[in-house]
């Protein structure tokens, strides 16, 4: 592979989010979330934090949250949220209909130092 690019993994659908760190005076919650990888089966999810998605996952995330519905205050740290099923389905049959999902990594220009996390790690 050239110096110039990187392997990223599709993230398919959200499965879950948690609350890392709860939130505290101005810092707002950190949460990460239970990600499937388009062409991996479930032994490769993860959990992720936000930041490790590309851009293209706004859509995504933002849906999440619509189907889950707003953090709540009362929820602490360790708090786990899921979305329907219909939602995980309707996701995946979006992911299908959209994207390529045969499991290869996509080869794309480095922007950062940082890679995407892999589905091996």
């Given at each position: 592979m050239a110096?110039?690019?990187?392997e990223?993994?599709?993230v398919?659908?959200?499965?879950?989010a948690?609350?890392k760190t709860?939130?505290?005076?101005?810092?707002?919650?950190?949460w990460?979330?239970?990600?499937?990888y388009?062409?991996?089966?479930n032994?490769?999810?993860?959990?992720?934090p936000?930041s490790s998605f590309?851009?293209?996952?706004?859509?995504?995330?933002?849906?999440?949250?619509y189907?889950?519905?707003?953090?709540?205050?009362?929820?602490?740290a360790?708090?786990?949220v899921?979305?329907?099923?219909?939602?995980?389905?309707?996701?995946?049959?979006r992911f299908?209909?959209?994207f390529?999902?045969?499991?290869?990594?996509?080869?794309?220009?480095?922007?950062?130092?940082?890679?995407?996390?892999?589905?091996?790690?």
């Open positions: 110096d110039d690019t990187i990223t993994y599709e398919e659908v959200i499965l879950a948690r609350i709860q939130k505290t005076g101005t810092e707002d919650a950190v990460e979330y239970h990600v499937k388009a062409g991996y089966n032994r490769f999810d993860r959990w992720q936000v590309g851009t293209d996952c706004d859509r995504l995330v933002n849906s999440f949250w189907n889950v519905g707003p953090p709540q205050a009362s929820w602490e360790g708090t786990v899921h979305p329907s099923q219909e939602w995980i389905d309707e996701e995946k049959q299908r209909d959209l390529k999902a045969d499991g290869k990594p996509t080869l794309v220009k480095k922007k950062s130092n940082v890679a995407p996390p892999s589905p091996n790690a």
